[in-house]
């Protein structure tokens, strides 16, 4: 693919858009002096930052790569990891959820399963997490490579290595206020960036009835505008995608996943906590329509040069191609900014995720229960880059080793997002649950998850398991072995989880009077 030549006008939007994020990210890091203004801001942001974060948390370089190419793969059924995984779930996180975590005074979820069941659940987790964000930075350096690649020419080293540094600058300073000041300013940038991609290509086509006529009259999109497929879908089967993704995937991802909650935890109350989940929500309607539109575009305007999805067919070059097909300059660079904006704002939230979780799950009460307060924030920055590093390292072989960014990200959750949710449910509605039940919980459901994960090689299963099914059948593994443990242990004293369980007959009463 050849490269383009940005315009003046394009590198000074790119430019203006990098001094802006770096200069609010270095102003906010200026008020960072302890731990808790590090790993939870002091306790200080408004509902309606911590709310835009958690758009751009979610929505970043991986998905704006990803659903595109696998928009191009699969069609519209990929808008329902928004309508399906992500508005209704964080409106239940939203109201059931997050004032528990909140009021338990926790750093990370891991932390509240610890209180909930022991240390070794909480150890389990948090390894097990961090080892997820690691390789979501090394995805996320993938998806900045290919774009950059595809429209800028750059290597993909170079292009890892410039936005490994671009973003460790103020995030080790800064700590969670600033990644979240600088999200909020990014979340503006992305919905305008995506908007103009979709705007300039339905143009182009001729608009959206156009565009459906073109899909349905190719050979090889037969389910392309289904928003569940059928049953016997290679990939996304409609029963897979309301059990895998509805039951599953989706709220353990809002209720569970440290990079997401930690915004929440920051903010000054459980009312505004519940506040940011909702705008979140609201935005995030938007989303299917503005990330998977460029792949059903892209059947129409590059079938000629992507040829029809195959094994070796490379989905991460889908929206650079259209990038620099529609765009003219000066439009060209608001869309890099905003393609910029999925990058940093994505990378600083699983960084900073990770470091909370290796400070206060490991180093405090693992390594050094007595560490000090200025021991920690200074460990919490020195762990930024070595995360960075981690995930520059494993950047390649993921590149190497799956279709898009978006299927490498899913099977890599998939592997946690059951035996969580059936630890988190089991623990915060029932006071049966305990800790013997779930560490049978976390062995029997990561294990279900990897032999199905890699069951074409092991078992010969043709085509594998799709990553739904494994998030289905994992969650439903976990929940038995944390079932089937806690009956066959004795029961943790229903006074010592005051706080950590959903009262059932305190709210009950409540209603009734």
Known sequence: MQSLQLGILDLMLIVGYLLVVGLLGLYYSRGVRTGEDFFRAGRSLPWWAAGLSLVVSDIGAKDMIGLAGDGYRYGVVMMNFDFLGCIFPVLIAAFLFMPYLWLANVYTVPEYLGLRYDLRVRTCFSALWILFMVVTLATIFVSAAAMFEGILGWSFWFSVGITALTV??????????????????????????????????LSE??????????????SWTEHHLQLLPPADHPEYPWPAVLLGLGFVLGPAY??????????????????????????????KLFFPLLLVLPGLMGIVLLESELGIPGKDWDGNQVLPLLLTRLLPTGILGIVIGAFLAGVLSNLDSYVNAASTMLVHDFY????????????????????????????????????????????????FLSFI?????????????????NASGAMAGIALGVTSAALMTFSEALF?????????????????????????????????DP????????EWKQSSGSQHG
């Open 205 to 218: 086509i001729g608009g959206f009835r156009a565009l459906g006529e073109a899909i349905e009259s190719k």
């Open 168 to 201: 460790g600058l103020y995030t080790t300073m800064g700590g969670l206020k600033a990644v979240v000041v600088t999200d909020a300013f990014s979340c503006v940038v992305l919905v305008i960036g995506a908007a103009i991609i979709c705007w300039s290509g």
């Open 254 to 283: 809002w209720i569970g996943n440290q990079a997401i909650v930690q915004r929440t935890l920051g903010t000054r109350s459980p009312a505004e906590a519940r506040a940011s989940y909702i705008l979140c929500a609201a935005i």
């Open 460 to 492: 010969g299963v043709s085509g594998g398991i799709s990553f739904l099914w494994v998030a289905w059948w994992s969650f439903v593994a976990s929940l038995t072995g944390v079932l089937m443990g806690s009956l066959l242990t004795p029961p943790r």
């Open 417 to 433: 997002q059951g035996p969580l949710l059936a630890l988190l449910l089991s623990g915060m509605l029932t006071n049966r649950a």
């Open 364 to 411: 405090r009460p693992l390594i050094r229960p007595s560490a000090s307060d200025p021991e920690c924030l200074s460990l919490g920055r020195w762990l930024v880059p070595i995360l960075l590093l981690l995930g520059v390292s494993m950047s390649y072989p993921i590149k190497q080793g799956f279709g898009s960014v978006f299927e490498a990200f899913q099977t």
């Open 495 to 502: 006074q010592s989880l005051q706080g950590l369980v959903f």
